[in-house]
């Protein structure tokens, strides 16, 4: 695993790190992004997307839940993105994920991302569609919201 940081936050500054870092350093199998404004409260979180990963050749994805914490106080009437498995159709059609929930197979691994990418206006969308062409997306049942 490897963590890439930024001392200065680029995407302000219309840098698109996932398409300039994240993705060309990207070796191993899989790909998971966790921006400087969240935080992954479970410490199993990556093992339990991977093992499903692992297991179901035909899911290119696994995504969770997230809790929204507003002034220290968790808002329990949010919900944002999918809430379900997603179809190949749901992810084509750019269904809604949280970018920090997501673990996903590394498409990307062994050559650079294709350059209509680094101006894609929402990557991530982008990114979900590119995935429908290797499978579908997976909620695993069991895995706690991320914050």
Known sequence: MTAILQLVKLYSKGVNTQYRYAFPAARGGYIAICDGDDYWSDAH????????????????LTFGRVRVISEDVPREDY??????????????????????????????????????????PIGDLTVWVMLSYKGTGKLPPDLPPAN
């Open 45 to 60: 979180k990556l093992a339990t997307q991977v093992a499903v990963l692992e297991a179901n050749r035909d899911v290119a």
């Open 79 to 120: 919900v944002g993105g999918a809430s379900q498995d997603l179809t190949i159709g749901d992810m084509w059609v750019g269904t809604p994920i949280n970018t920090f929930t997501a673990v996903y197979r590394n498409i990307f691994k062994g050559g650079a991302p294709p350059e209509y990418l680094r101006s894609s």
